[in-house]
């Protein structure tokens, strides 16, 4: 099953998409406002149901959204990835690395990655998502997978420079509309393979800039689920970002920065292909001081010698 948020009309719903032209509008008949609320108060199971009592629209006619507009929480592995350790001349770390996204990030396919007037350094991150479909806390290794709804694809777009600014990485990871998502949620029983099998790809303008399989991740998508379940309970619709392979923008020299014009996709085999153009953020009023240029001279020495994730 592939699982769609989508604005139908100027009317926010869900549903269930199948093939490549027919969704059908699950939010028109559950009693619950969204997804991530259908998901917290019924099974799966009780979809099919509802399914066979929606309207089938045609995907033309429709806008999809982030496949969970709102997540309650959005958590991001940094560094894992062997070939992106690598790269970035980073030790490996005993328990993954962890930051956090903001839900008003977020855009869906097809949605313009906003390239902010501030800055020049916006980067592509192509990564697994993961959905919670069932919560819980402590979370053994060996149960994480039945804590999965599905699979999505996201592009974590970073803004280096702000990412360098100190030891904390969240303002270069919550710029507006820079945290790409969907565009279904594939659930967990339609992965035909074994997940560490499948190749993930960046494309920029067309050309391949990051290739891996999930294998290469250090941590496991298990191994995720429950370290984070150690310290936060997780809950239906949340969502994991798994982590970035190597070939990000930064590493090349020079830099192969993301600007307004360029279009950027990631696809996961088997579990879906996301596209966003980049888009130039509208320039606030003129008084407002020029944008600083990337790689300021004014960052201190220690604020540049540090790496990304």
């Known amino acids: 099953m592939k699982l769609v948020s989508f604005d139908h009309r100027n009317r926010y719903t869900w549903g269930v998409l199948e093939g490549t032209s027919s969704v059908f509008d699950l939010g028109a008949v559950s009693p619950y406002p969204d997804l991530r609320a259908s998901l917290t108060a019924c099974n799966i199971e009780e979809f099919a149901a509802w399914r066979s009592a929606a309207t089938c629209l045609n995907t033309g006619d429709v806008q999809l959204l982030p496949p969970i507009p709102q997540p309650g929480k959005i958590l991001c592995v940094g560094l894992n990835y062997a070939d992106h350790m690598a790269e970035m001349a980073r030790p490996a770390t005993s328990r993954p690395p962890i930051f ?10 097809g949605e313009g990655i906003l390239a902010p007037w501030c800055n020049a350094t916006l980067d592509y991150e192509g990564e697994l998502a993961v959905v919670i479909g069932t919560g819980g806390r402590h979370i053994a290794v060996e149960d994480a997978l039945d804590h999965v709804l599905g699979y ?7 803004v280096r420079d702000y990412q360098r600014h100190s030891s904390q ?17 594939i659930t967990a029983d339609e992965i035909g393979v074994r997940l560490e099998n499948l190749t993930i790809r960046t494309r920029l303008n067309g050309a391949i800039v990051q290739q891996s399989t999930l294998g290469n991740m250090i941590f496991s998508v298990a191994e995720i689920i ?8 997780l809950s239906p619709g949340d969502v994991i970002a798994t982590g970035t392979p190597g070939g990000v923008g930064s590493a090349h020299q020079p830099p192969l920065w993301i600007h307004p014009g360029d279009v950027v996709q990631v696809e996961i085999e088997s579990i879906g292909h996301l596209t966003n153009p980049v888009v130039e953020e509208p320039h606030p009023a003129a008084d407002i001081k020029p944008p600083r240029p990337a790689d300021s001279a004014e960052q201190p020495q220690q604020m540049k010698e540090r790496r990304d994730l």
């Not at 996204?101 to 855009?107: E, V």
């Not at 969240?170 to 509309?177: I, L, Q, R, S, V």
């Not at 429950?226 to 309970?233: A, F, L, P, V």
């Open 152 to 158: 999505s694809v996201f592009n974590d777009a970073s």
């Open 100 to 109: 956090t996204r903001f839900a008003d990030t977020l855009i869906g396919d």
């Open 169 to 185: 990485f969240t303002p270069g990871k919550n710029f507006p509309k820079t945290g790409a998502f969907g565009p279904h949620i």
């Open 226 to 233: 429950s370290y984070c379940s150690e310290w936060t309970t």
